[in-house]
């Protein structure tokens, strides 16, 4: 049976991207819209248990997967021409956006502790997403640059800042706040520790290999052996996928030219993973909590936009970095999914007198921003190409 589930989503996936490239909305949102509509909350086709069973490591395995493919953009030889400035636009943004949900949130009569939660959640966005969109649009240049390098790099930073936040909540509450600190640092450290020592070893393996001119179906079984150990180790230890992942690609990238042969390989093999991945999120989102969303996640989405714009334009005119088309790139990083999802289950666990809110609203609002958030992106990408920002 799971057999013929897996075989009709592979279609369903066929499908969603040929009407992606025919109409104004990209593949992903058609593919998260066929989730839902598949799903529990939907027509059920696709039963709660596969959900339960498959959701889980098909998420594992797709951050694993962008974040290898985002860490490319993070080598030494691009982080020597531009890294600093894209650290600081990356970090004015994760800033930003939790300052700004945070002054809303508390204004519009919001408890401290949950502000702060919705704050740090806020700082997170969704790199599967972004770098699917930039991908079928198929733009390159110095703005894609720009807004993949802060994709990858934000997610860190966010999870850093949630950590600290997550801490303070506790603290609020009455709760010992060392130990979700702790807990924090530790995950941030030993996901950057795994990747770290994860990419040598791929990538002394990629110039062997290299070396010995095998390429082909070998360099695809050597990337996808190393991102499955990477995820699965990851979840064992409950470390973060994706930054253990675009550690691990930062540096087999730093190897040459020799260690691009795994990167391409992912890139020819990742969407099948992605379809399945995309699928299930729809799946998974109950559309009931749409109906709970209420003023908190309507402020919750407004604020994030403005706070992200803010962040970028603040550290654009402070601090002198250049940053192409503030107003359009905050719009093309709008985009929340899985790392806000885990965010807000790691606070619904630690803080559980809080767990109905955080999560009906962040259910919410990762719904809306995942159906909406992939089409700004595109048209952004559209126009960016039209005015020649992409050069």
Known sequence: MDLLVLGGLFLVGLVADVIGK????????????????????????VS????????????????????????????PVILRARGADMTL?????VCGSALVVFVV????????????????????????????VVKEADV?????????SIVAIDDAL??????????????????????????????IFGSVLLGGLLGVAMGLLSVRLASLKVNGDSTQAEAFGFLFLCAGTAAVFDLSPIL?????????????????KPFQSVEQAEWPFMILFFIFAGASLAVVSLTLVGVIGV?????????TWLGLAVTNRLLSVEVRAPGMLSLALLAQAGVALGMALMASQRLPEYRETILSVILATTFLLELTSPVLTRWVLRRVEERGLSV
Do not use: N
Request: glycine share 12%.
């Open 89 to 93: 636009l990356a970090l004015g943004k």
């Open 48 to 75: 709660g248990r596969i959900i339960d069973e498959w959701f889980p490591q098909l998420t594992g395995v797709a951050l694993a997967l962008v974040g290898f493919l985002l860490g490319r953009h993070l080598s």
């Open 299 to 307: 402020l919750y989405i407004l604020a994030r936009g403005i706070g």
């Open 105 to 132: 949130l508390i204004c519009a009569g919001v408890e401290l502790p949950l502000a702060l939660l919705f704050a740090g959640i806020a700082s997170a966005t969704a790199p599967a997403a972004t770098f699917d």
């Open 244 to 260: 253990s992942a675009m550690t691990m690609g930062a540096v087999v990238a730093s190897f040459g030219k020799d260690s691009e």
């Open 158 to 187: 966010g999870l850093i800042l949630f950590s600290l936040l997550l801490a303070a909540a506790t603290v609020l509450t009455g709760t010992p706040g060392l130990e979700p600190l702790w807990l924090g640092v530790l995950e």
């Open 22 to 45: 025919a109409t104004p909305l990209p593949r992903i949102t058609w593919l998260l819209a066929c989730g839902v509509a598949i799903g529990p909350y939907g027509l059920d086709l």
């Open 140 to 148: 390159r240049g110095d703005f894609v640059d720009q807004l993949l």
